[in-house]
T-cell receptor
């Protein structure tokens, strides 16, 4: 079974600054996907970014980028130029690429990020 | 694309009553998932379907919970009888078959059992 750990229950950052959210995972799989989801107070779950484990290049989406370290099983999210609208809970998630339980997302506990003006 | 549609958005019921949560996945999506979110346990997968067939229901807490997907455009999650500890936000999500496609979530149903 896979586990996902987010060790930072809460983080805060000043508007326009950069913040990094941590995520580690444990798996015996070699092929998988990793995701970051954002859940603002509206409680909607929004995909922020995804990473294929077989790609060495780190994914980027505008102000959001990841640092994927496969050997260390680490998948951190960096938010640059933080905006007030980034205030939300952020979830790291793991999905197998093949086999049983394909499609199933395993989530971390979440990190509450607050962006201060 | 209307997204995943869940109803109701809020549900308040008394202990012992039957509760039915509804979900309409995105058209063309092959997978449908039911998740439960609580402060204590975070996001837990309850059950998921592939092409309307239940694949993994190991997360369903107990026999009081049941889920159905009679067709590709509709699913229900039923709790009978409901208990206060069932209070949570219940999310439905769907995805297409393609490997790296993400889950698309509905807005959730907040269930309160008094």
């Amino acid at each position: 079974a896979q586990t996902v750990t987010q060790s930072q229950p809460e983080m805060s950052v000043q508007e326009a600054e950069t913040v990094t959210l941590s995520c580690t995972y444990d798996t015996s799989e070699n092929n998988y996907y990793l995701f970051w989801y954002k859940q603002p107070p509206s409680r909607q779950m929004i995909l922020v970014i995804r990473q294929e484990a077989y790609k060495q290049q780190n994914a980027t989406e505008n102000r959001f980028s990841v640092n994927f370290q496969k050997a260390a099983k680490s998948f951190s999210l960096k938010i640059s130029d933080s905006q007030l609208g980034d205030t939300a809970m952020y979830f790291c998630a793991f999905m197998k690429r093949y086999g049983t339980s394909y499609g199933k997302l395993t989530f971390g506990q979440g990190t509450i990020l607050t962006v201060h003006p | 694309d209307a997204g995943v549609i869940q109803s109701p958005r809020h549900e308040v019921t008394e202990m012992g009553q039957e509760v039915t949560l509804r979900c309409k996945p995105i058209s063309g999506h092959d997978y449908l998932f039911w998740y439960r979110q609580t402060m204590m346990r975070g996001l837990e997968l309850l059950i998921y379907f592939n092409n309307n067939v239940p694949i993994d229901d190991s997360g369903m807490p107990e026999d009081r919970f049941s889920a159905k997907m009679p067709n590709a455009s509709f699913s229900t999650l039923k709790i009978q009888p409901s208990e206060p500890r069932d209070s949570a936000v219940y999310f439905c999500a769907s995805k297409i078959q393609a490997e790296n496609s993400p889950l698309h979530f509905g807005n959730g149903t907040r269930l309160t059992v008094t």
